[in-house]
């Protein structure tokens, strides 16, 4: 192994140190070097019989020097490998494994504070909708790789019922197949499983998008590409009259143009829903003289459901997960799920699951 050349990234201090760590530990193992590690108690004297032994003794004198060099080897190995700012930390240490506990005591720290903090942090993870499934997927086992440095286990199937609990609605066909039908759960099926559906999600939308896509909601010129007229200094601008201030549905110019041609408050409506993919509740007048009724628009490539109505929602759920970005480019806070209960005309029922609450839109 004398002429294997390895390299390894130097810690700063504000990297990952368990992986750091990790590689290390690696680095030294391939060297023959990961006993300098561990404090070692000093070789026991030689008895009274071997001490007239010259070669009891000159083997005890190599392995003394041998035990020397290791622990040197190691220790320049640690300082090579470590920045400036953790280097000034551990240079006066006398020994590789002086070095290596004084870098777990500043960089790993094992308090009950901290043990309680990324336990809660592990068993309350959700994905990010603005990752993908392979960086969301790192990061958990990231913490869970700090659990493990601190002697906390999680098991492998409570780890698989972790990720599976924190993929987003659109993987919730998903979730329901893994859990029935089988007597056990392994973390590297949830996570092939949930990499498949990603690249079919994918191939579904044209294009490669994050994790959480069903809370990114594109506006008509998004996309196509584009991101609508703006003026000279950026801004964006109304659609039809190109000023600044208001979009096409407050616009005087559209609205007059509507009153004209008799087309009401329901047409402004349904040409809207060209603007807004997904599907929402809005409450129109559908003629003059006649009560107030209902009516969705529907987009059948919507990624999920939306209504400012709570008084719609059954089996309601409050809870914040997400923001939706509005075709305008606005943001509008996610306060809760539930569903919605639809009669036809003809007397059926229609019932929309996982319908989002979303009162600003």
Wanted: hydrophobic letters at 35%; glycine letters at 8%; proline letters at 3%.
């Amino acid at each position: 192994m004398s002429n294997t050349k390895l390299k390894i990234s130097q810690f700063d201090g504000s990297g990952d140190f368990s992986l750091w760590k990790t590689r290390m530990f690696s680095h030294l193992r391939v060297m023959g070097l990961k006993d300098a590690l561990v404090e070692r108690a000093p070789l026991p004297p030689l008895k009274e019989e071997d001490e007239s032994d010259p070669a009891k003794k000159k083997q005890r004198i190599e392995e003394e020097k041998a035990r020397i060099d290791q622990d040197e080897k190691a220790m320049d190995m640690i300082f090579i490998n470590v920045g400036d700012k953790v280097l000034r930390n551990i240079e006066n240490s006398k020994t590789a494994a002086e070095a290596w506990a004084t870098l777990d005591k500043l960089y790993l720290v094992k308090s009950l504070p901290n043990r309680v903090y990324l336990q809660l942090k592990v068993y309350n993870y959700r994905m990010q909708d603005s990752k993908t499934l392979e960086e969301n997927v790192d990061e958990f086992q990231k913490m869970i790789s700090d659990l493990n440095n601190l002697q906390i286990q999680v098991p492998d199937e409570v780890q698989a019922i972790l990720i599976l609990s924190a993929l987003p609605d659109s993987y919730d066909m998903l979730k329901e197949t893994l859990k029935y039908g089988r007597e056990g759960i392994k973390l590297d099926d949830v996570i092939s499983a949930a990499k498949s559906k990603e690249l079919e999600l994918r191939d579904s939308s044209g294009g490669s998008r994050p994790v959480g896509e069903g809370l990114y909601v594109r506006g008509k010129s998004q996309a196509r590409g584009s991101d609508g007229p703006k003026s000279t200094e950026g801004k964006k601008v109304c659609w039809i009259c190109g000023k600044e201030g208001h979009f096409k549905r407050q616009c005087y110019k559209w609205l007059e143009k509507n009153k004209a041609n008799g087309a009401g408050e329901t047409a402004l409506v349904k040409d809207d829903a060209q603007d807004l993919v997904g599907l929402v509740a809005s409450e129109v007048n559908m003629s003059e003289g006649k009560d107030d009724q209902e009516e969705w628009i529907m987009d059948t490539g919507c990624s999920f459901h939306m209504t400012p109505r709570k008084e719609y929602l059954m089996d309601f759920v409050e809870a914040k997960s997400g923001k939706v970005r509005m075709a305008n480019n606005s943001f509008s806070e996610v306060k809760g799920i539930g569903k919605v209960k639809f009669i036809k005309k003809d007397g059926t029922s229609i019932v929309l699951q996982g319908v989002r609450y979303i009162p600003e839109i």
